[in-house]
């Protein structure tokens, strides 16, 4: 597993560069990776990443978009303005969490 | 273990594919709509531009009168693994059909409506086929609402030149 640098702090991250321990993230490291992949962060996305956080804290699975959209209260266009064309696996990436498993 | 660069994924954001997938939709039952759903679906989560085409059966999957109630039949169906012949039996379209909408409902899998409600939402166009509307004697009002519009077979060729397609 390589370990690099974001924000000054050595994290872990898999071959694309997700990390990989939920514990190694905080927001400074979130800003980092999404100014990274040309994201700047405004309240609306700190909603949909603090989402994501927990509730992959609660359900152990990254959500995909339907269950931000259905338990998140998240509006699905929205989101794709916010993370174009990717947006659950940019989420994620910024989130630091794995890509989405499930298939809707 | 060495510390290396910043890995960052490549979202191919500044790749200009313009990469475009057609789907058309010719089946009404339950378990033959939702394939064109969830690739439709998972295309656009990919930045695919993505246009469906609904026609004959699949045109139950945009009927306001219908769209909640395809049906899975095992009927013919080798693969429900079910004695052929009790297959026609009453009630059994129907118990397989609930069982099916169960484990899908398990696997939060949306009803046909609210995916299409999804799909919508996430930047999906909806063609109806001019044909089928002609033939079910249906017009737009009949129609999902996100319907982009009814038009024919020239059209969608048209509008998806370039495309990869799929036929299901």
Known sequence: MPMTMIAGHEVSVDDEGFMTRYDEWDETTGAALAAAIGIEMTDEHWDAIRFMRSDYQAQGATPTIRRLSTVGGMDTKRLFTLFPKKPAKKMAYIAGLPKPAGCV | ?168
């Not at chain 2, 656009?44 to 059966?57: N, P, R």
């Not at chain 2, 899975?72 to 693994?81: C, E, I, L, W």
């Open chain 2, 1 to 168: 273990m060495t510390t290396q660069d910043m890995i960052v994924p490549a979202f191919d954001d500044d790749v200009e594919t313009g990469r475009t997938l057609a789907i058309i939709c010719s089946k009404g039952n339950l378990d033959m709509a939702y394939p064109g759903l969830i690739l439709g679906n998972a295309a656009l989560g990919e930045g695919v531009d993505v246009h469906l085409f609904f026609t004959f059966w699949g045109f139950d999957m945009i009927t306001k009168g219908r769209m909640e109630n395809l049906k899975f039949s095992p009927v013919g169906n080798t693969a429900a693994h079910m004695p052929m012949a009790l297959t026609p039996m009453p009630g059994v379209t129907k118990m397989a059909t609930h069982m099916m909408q169960k484990s899908l409902e398990e696997l939060q899998i949306p009803p046909v409506p609210e995916f299409l409600d999804l799909i919508k939402a996430s930047g999906g166009h909806l063609w109806a086929c001019r044909l089928s509307a002609d033939m079910n004697h249906l017009s737009k009002d009949d129609l999902y609402d996100g319907i982009d519009d009814i038009i024919n077979a020239s059209d969608f060729i048209e509008k998806t030149n370039g495309a990869q397609l799929l036929f299901i």
